[in-house]
């Protein structure tokens, strides 16, 4: 079945310590997204990417990074800079004007 | 620049009830619009669209209606189930790129 999978579901953080949240497509879609959502709260872009190599940054692009080398992939890494990481993190895809397919989600934390 | 509103939750209501969940925007030209639902824990589903003015979109026994003259997507369900417990996001997209701008959400509790 085609699909967005995002790994893992729940993931823990130290202190000062990156960590990579994965999502891979395998819809072949063009498009690939990362937000984040806090409790009772709606949805915020953090990077978006249209096309292999290239990508911008959304709404709330600091303490993050991207990169996508591959069209099935678009990994999100939260780094030390980002001072206030817990949240529900959300992967999506799209082709061009079409609805987004969502994952299932990350939640991290912080330990 | 473009943005959506919805009406705030968490809206409750007893099995059976009629549901609205009000949606309105503001956008510069075409916008296609969305219904997505999220059960706890979940990502997000699409729940409908619509793409053009006087569309109706329906899926599950929700509808919701493209009014370009009131701008407008608002969800309805004749009979609501304690399964439809779920947070609603109205969303459009501009048309002229991928994004989606978002509405905050509300959640819908149903009693039984």
């Known amino acids: 079945d085609g699909g967005i999978t995002q790994s893992p579901k729940y993931l823990f953080r130290k202190e000062g310590q990156n960590v990579t949240l994965s999502c891979e497509q395998n819809?072949?879609?063009?498009?690939m997204y990362w937000y984040r959502q806090d409790p009772g709260q709606g949805l915020r872009l953090i990077y978006y990417s249209q096309i292999v190599n290239d990508f911008q940054k959304g709404d709330i692009a600091e303490g993050y990074s991207v990169s996508r080398e591959k069209k099935e992939s678009f990994p999100l890494t939260v780094t030390s800079a980002q001072k206030n990481p817990t949240a529900f993190y959300l992967c999506a895809s799209s082709h061009s004007n079409q609805p987004q397919h969502f994952g299932d989600g990350t939640r991290l934390s912080i330990l | 620049g473009d943005s959506v509103t919805q009406m705030e939750g968490p809206v409750t209501l007893s099995e059976e009830a009629f549901l609205t969940i009000n949606c309105t925007y503001t956008a510069t030209g075409y916008p296609s619009l969305f219904w997505y639902v999220q059960y706890p824990g979940e990502g997000l589903q699409l729940l409908l669209k619509a793409t053009k003015a006087d569309d109706k979109g329906s899926n599950k026994g929700f509808e919701a209606t493209y009014r370009k003259e009131t701008t407008s997507f608002h969800l309805e369900k004749g009979s609501v189930q304690v399964s439809d417990s779920a947070v609603y996001f109205c969303?459009?997209?501009?048309?002229?790129?991928?994004?989606?701008?978002w509405g905050a959400g509300t959640k819908l509790i149903i009693k039984p």
């Open positions: 969303a459009l997209t501009p048309g002229s790129n991928y994004q989606l701008i």
């Open positions: 819809l072949n879609h063009d498009a």
